[in-house]
Structure formats: structure tokens, C-alpha cells
């Protein structure tokens, strides 16, 4: 018997495939009925709680319908979370991986349920006050030095990734994206790219790359301190540079558009400065910043492309909700920022 299921579980087959899961439990579990309730869901893999009412766990699967395996890889995720469990960068303990489709239909893995917020505007952080906000702010960019200072090979991810040509294979990869969006010209767009291909700097030190750190992929908890990084369906290893510049280009993005269609949590008080952030990394690293700019160009093409992706399907009625008329126009700040971080930067 099973209660509470929401799309994309089956209650009563993840309850017969429990016992093979090396969960921590009660020394003398009664049986009981699961119930399970949606964290996260949308385009991105879904996140579940789920309990027997004696223990509580996060079950993570790729979202419904159709999705390419390799873009959403229960396997790598759970892999990447294992590696880093006694590094000085904190993840959710993993408990199992069930590549077993008969199960849920798809893969899945059961992981720790941490307790903590995931800030994500600013109105959210104003309440704790402009010290805590920093302290908080500077907490997660040494938690991604720290991240950057792991050898995958150490960790046992020599193989996780390619690091080799990772820049040029990124320039190439939202270049084509874009086209695939295409429904306006977007000269700003046209030159960022043309800059980013001719001028790829020789790369940072292969290393561990989350793919989209920021705040709200960060639970913090209620004494501010940062307890677990989370959602690292994008993962890889490359060049880590790429998580400092995408983090404070989401930053630009917030002070840009603002609202509830984009994390604007920077915008708090007390927030530290997009130097300050990028001072306090360099203090926690050996990679060489000099060529920073490419990185934030790089950033701003990657998200810009994201948002014309979203663009192209509000014009063709494929949202749903309200705030998606401004993304159209906020592509254009942003692409000129990456225009003017290639020369402020480098």
C-alpha cells in the first residue's frame, strides 16, 4: 500500500525495491505505507521526499516524457555527489542508485534529505540583515574554490569528463543552440560569439565543474552555515572558470530583469561586490584570472542563448505563466555586458 504519490513515482514498486537500498533505518522497522511529496520539478530532474514515517529520503529521476539520457544522468549525478563525500565541498550523503527501469520506468537515486534553504531572491536574505547576507555570499564562493581545489583524479573521477578543448566545444555547443532557436537577428550575439572563437585562452587546470552553481543550488542552514551544494545534473570536468563567471553573470542577470523570473538574491544588502567575489576566489586559488573576461563573455552568451530559447517559445505560446515578455528585451543588456567584459577583464 502506498499514499500520497505524486506523478512520476510508483509508491508501491520504490516500497518492494526498498530493502535492496542501503537506507539508514530504525533497528527494527515496522512496515509502513510511503508517502512522497514534489520538491522540484519542471524541465530540470525531478526531486521528491518521500517517508515511511520513520525515516525520510530526497529520490531523484530525470523529468516525465521523453529526455535525452545523456542530458539528465542519474548515474553521473550520484557519482559526482559519492566522489566529493569527504572533501571539504559538502554534499548530501547517497544512499543508492537504482539503474533498474522496471522500478520507476527510469533511473533513480535516493540521497540524504538536508535541511536548509535554498536563497534565492533578495528578498529572501534582507531579513537576516547585511552581515549575515555577506557572510553567507562569501561562504559559497570558498565552497567553489574548494570545489576547484579537488583533484578529480584523487576522488576517483579521472574519467568523468573531458577536459580537453571543454572552451572551444562551449562555444561551439551555444552557438548551435542558438541557431536552433532562431527568430530575430541578434547582431550583439553574432559578435560575442565571433570575439569568443577567435580569442580561446589556454585553459585553467582541468578540474571539477558543477555547470550551475549558484545560491539557490545551495542549502544554507538556520545559523547560516552552508550544509550541502545540490543539483549536479551538469557536472563535468573542464575548465572551472566557467562556474565563477556563469555565477556572477547570473548576478547581472537579477539586477537586470529582478522579479520572480530570475535569481536576484545579489541584490540583497550586504551582498559582496562582483570584484569582491572574484577577490575572494582568487584568494582561495592558484588559477590564473588574467584572462577572465573570455569567461564572462562566455557566460553571457551561454545564458543569453538560454533566454532566447525561452523567447522563441513564448512566441510561439509554448509558456506558461506571467514575466516572460521581458525576457526578449533582457537578452540585450546582457549580451553587451559579455561584449564589454572581453576588454574590462582582460
Known amino acids: ?177 542558438l541557431d536552433a532557436s532562431y527568430c530575430r537577428d541578434l547582431p550583439a550575439a553574432d559578435e560575442l560569439h565571433k570575439r569568443l572563437a577567435a580569442h580561446i585562452p589556454e585553459q585553467s587546470a582541468p578540474g571539477i565543474v558543477h555547470g550551475d552553481y549558484r545560491l539557490d543550488n545551495i542549502l544554507i542552514d538556520s545559523a547560516d552555515r552552508l550544509k550541502a551544494v545540490i543539483d549536479w545534473e551538469m557536472a563535468t570536468l573542464g575548465d572551472p572558470l566557467t562556474d565563477l563567471a556563469l555565477l556572477l553573470v547570473y548576478h547581472r542577470l537579477g539586477a537586470q530583469l529582478g522579479g520572480e523570473a530570475v535569481a536576484d538574491a545579489a541584490r540583497a544588502p550586504g551582498f559582496p561586490s562582483e570584484r569582491e567575489i572574484i577577490g575572494r576566489y582568487a584568494a582561495g586559488s592558484d588559477r590564473d584570472l588574467s584572462r577572465f573576461g573570455f569567461y564572462l563573455g562566455l557566460a553571457s552568451y551561454k545564458l543569453a542563448v538560454i533566454l532566447e530559447g525561452i523567447h522563441y517559445r513564448y512566441l510561439h505560446g509554448q509558456t506558461v505563466g506571467p514575466g516572460f515578455e521581458n525576457v526578449g528585451p533582457g537578452i540585450y543588456p546582457l549580451l553587451e555586458s559579455g561584449l564589454a567584459a572581453l576588454k574590462e577583464y582582460s
Request: charged share 20%.
Open 1 to 177: 500500500m502506498s499514499s500520497g504519490e505524486p506523478p512520476g513515482l510508483d509508491l508501491g514498486r520504490l516500497a518492494a525495491w526498498l530493502p535492496a537500498a542501503a537506507l539508514p533505518r530504525p533497528a527494527s522497522p515496522a512496515p509502513r505505507a510511503l508517502s512522497a511529496s514534489l520538491i522540484a520539478g519542471g524541465k530540470s530532474n525531478l526531486t521528491y521526499e518521500v517517508t515511511d514515517g520513520a525515516g525520510t529520503w530526497v529520490l531523484r529521476r530525470p523529468p516525465l516524457g521523453h529526455v535525452l539520457a545523456t542530458a539528465h544522468d542519474m548515474a553521473r549525478e550520484y557519482r559526482v555527489m559519492s566522489a566529493l563525500s569527504g572533501t571539504p565541498v559538502p554534499v548530501p550523503e547517497t544512499y543508492a542508485l537504482c539503474e533498474d527501469t522496471s522500478v520507476l520506468g527510469v533511473p533513480f537515486y535516493l540521497m540524504e534529505r538536508v535541511e536548509g534553504t535554498p536563497y534565492r531572491n533578495a528578498a529572501q536574505l534582507e531579513p537576516l540583515g547585511p552581515e549575515r547576507a555577506r557572510a553567507i555570499a562569501l561562504d559559497m564562493v570558498d565552497t567553489l574554490a574548494a570545489l576547484h581545489r579537488v583533484d578529480p583524479a584523487e576522488v576517483g573521477l579521472a574519467d568523468f569528463g573531458r577536459p580537453e578543448g571543454f572552451l572551444a566545444r562551449q562555444v561551439s555547443r551555444w552557438k548551435k543552440q
